[in-house]
Each structure stands twice: as C-alpha cells, then as structure tokens.
C-alpha cells in the first residue's frame, strides 16, 4: 500500500479543507500510524461487518419491485406511492425526517426546453453521536424506467435492490449510532437525468460544505461472479485505504475501478453520485457490472441473487461503518 496518497491528492479535494486534513488522517492511517500530540498510536476500525435484517431487506426489494409499483417511473402514480411507502418505514423505524416531513419536493427545469420535471425526494437523518453538523449522505435512486410497450421494467436490481440496501442500512444506523450524521437520500428521477441527485445539491438540506461524503448505490442485487465494485477512489485517492482496509472482511469480491477513462467503462457520471461529484462532493458508488436484464423487462425479483445482495449490502454497511471512523479519527 502506498504512502503517498497525499501527494496524489486531487485538485478537487484541495479546494475542501475538511477533506485536506481527512486525506492527511488516511494517508498517516495507510501507513499504519497516526500522529496525536506527539505520539504515535495505532487506529484500528471496525473488525466485522455490521448484521442486517436479511428477510427484511429481501421482503422490501420484494415490494419494491413488485408490478403493482408499475416500474416506479418518474412523475407517476406509482413512483409517488413508492416515495410515500418509503417515507413511512423511515418513520416506523424511527428515523427522523430532515425539517417537518421526509418527503422533499423539487421542480427541475428539462435540459432540452420542455415543461419542468417534478419529482420528489424521500430523506431520512440519523444524528451522529459526536460530528453532529458533519454530514454522510448514502444514497439510492427509486425510480425506474415504468411501463413500455405494455410491459412493466420493475427495475429489481436497478434500482431496487439499492433503494431497499438503503432502508436496511438506516435501520442498522438507528439502532447503531454512527460519529457522523448520516442522510438516507433516495432521489427520485435519476432514469431521466440525475434529477433529483441535482435537486438535492443544487439545494442540499443542509449547509452543503458539511457534507464530507456521498455513499451511492444502484444495482448491487446479482453478478454471476460474487463481484461488487466500488467506484470513486481515483478521483478521491482519500478513499482507497478506508476501501482497503475492507477487504479482509468484505462478504463478497470487492474490486475497485470503472472511474476513470471515459466511455461507458467509467461509471462517474452514469449514477447520482456524479452529481455529488460535480459539487466537489467526495464519492464512493457500489454497483455490478451491466447484465442480461438491465433495462429490460426481465429486471425482477426472481432473477437477484439474494445471497449476494446480503453479503453486498453488508459490505457497503462496512464501509459506511469504516468511512464513519475515519473521519472520526482524524487528528
């Protein structure tokens, strides 16, 4: 592991001082020290992945994806009843909303001219035990494609399986309070533009300079060969050894790439993450490569592999968990 992860900071993370000083903390922990008032101490993260609620995540992607969600496509019935189901299991497992409600609405004017998006995002908060004001947004898109054709998309593994990944990871967050505040934002519109991921920065619910992070995912349900990438760290080289030092415990294959090169390959701009990422707004996005049912109708629930999806979803609970005490460890 190199220890050079400073000198390969970003031009993006010099412009936020909070992640200069973070990156700093990273670079010292990859070299297996910490420098705190003139001593040298050893920092060591968690050393197990956080438990889920398997049958209550494999019931929620279940529900989610059933076709009485209709595809759950943007500016429909179906997608305001998905939002609204959402809402009320962040209320029933106690997650407070951010201000008076969990749903947010938003208007976002149409690249091409056309009448205005409306849409509505459903966010959930769980206060940090120590770095109140300091913010960790994990997010997931609800929406899908709809109906096409008179066939339903039910968007199972895209993205379901990320929408009710985020649902199990408030509840763990709930009962297990992280340092940091945590947002559970599922952003609605993101099959037609990154709408409500744009919403969201463009007007974020809190001071936008205390988000330190987005965790994002979307298709983490099924691979054919135990594989879930993370993507991010060639932009934010501060979250290679927070990603590193999971891979003794991760639950599945956990490889890193697809964020850099350009063309389809890359995946930084082709989730809501890129719209964290356009603000300066570090990143890390959790997702499968392409397979035969992407964006087809045959996206259901039959065809995840749950077995994979818990141990995906644990393993992105480990990072969340890990990134959590990082950041809270820095000098």
Not at 57 to 79: F, V
Not at 89 to 108: C, K, T, W, Y
Not at 313 to 326: C, I, K, N, P, Q
């Amino acid at each position: 592991m190199s220890c050079a992860i400073g000198n390969a900071l970003s031009p993006t993370l010099r412009m936020r001082p909070l992640l200069i000083a973070f990156t700093a903390f990273l670079t010292a922990l990859a070299c297996n020290h910490v420098v705190e008032t003139g001593s040298v101490a050893r920092i060591a993260p968690p050393s197990s992945l956080p438990t889920l609620d398997s049958a209550r995540l494999l019931a929620n992607i279940a529900r989610l994806a059933h076709d009485s969600m209709a595809g759950r496509a943007a500016m429909t019935p179906e997608n305001a009843k998905a939002r609204s189901w959402l809402a009320a299991e962040l209320q029933r497992l106690g997650v407070a909303p951010i201000g008076s409600d969990f749903v947010h609405p938003f208007v976002m004017p149409r690249r091409d001219g056309a009448d205005s998006i409306r849409g509505a995002n459903v966010l959930g908060l769980v206060r940090g035990a120590r770095f109140r004001e300091r913010f960790i947004v994990v997010s997931a898109h609800f929406d899908h494609v709809g109906v096409r054709g008179g066939e339903i998309f039910n968007g199972a593994d895209d993205n379901a399986s990320g929408t009710a990944a985020v649902l199990e990871l408030a509840a763990h967050f709930k009962a297990h309070p992280p340092a940091h505040s945590i947002i559970f934002a599922f952003l609605d519109g993101e099959e037609i533009g990154l709408v409500g991921a744009r919403a969201f920065v463009n007007a974020p619910p809190v001071a936008r300079d205390s988000i330190v992070a987005n965790v994002n995912l979307d298709m983490v349900s099924r691979n054919d060969t135990g594989e879930l990438f993370a993507a991010g760290a060639y932009h934010y080289p501060a979250m290679r050894p927070v990603l590193e030092s999971l891979l003794p415990y991760s639950a599945v294959t956990l490889r890193f790439g697809h964020d850099s090169g350009g063309g389809r390959n890359d995946w930084t701009g082709q989730s809501d993450h890129a719209a964290f990422h356009a603000v300066k707004i570090p990143f890390v996005y959790f997702g499968v490569e392409d397979h035969a049912d992407y964006h087809r109708p045959t996206d259901d629930v039959e065809r995840i592999h749950p077995g994979f999806y818990v141990r995906a979803v644990r393993t992105v609970g480990g990072f969340v968990e890990r990134l959590d005490h990082a950041l809270a460890s820095r000098p």
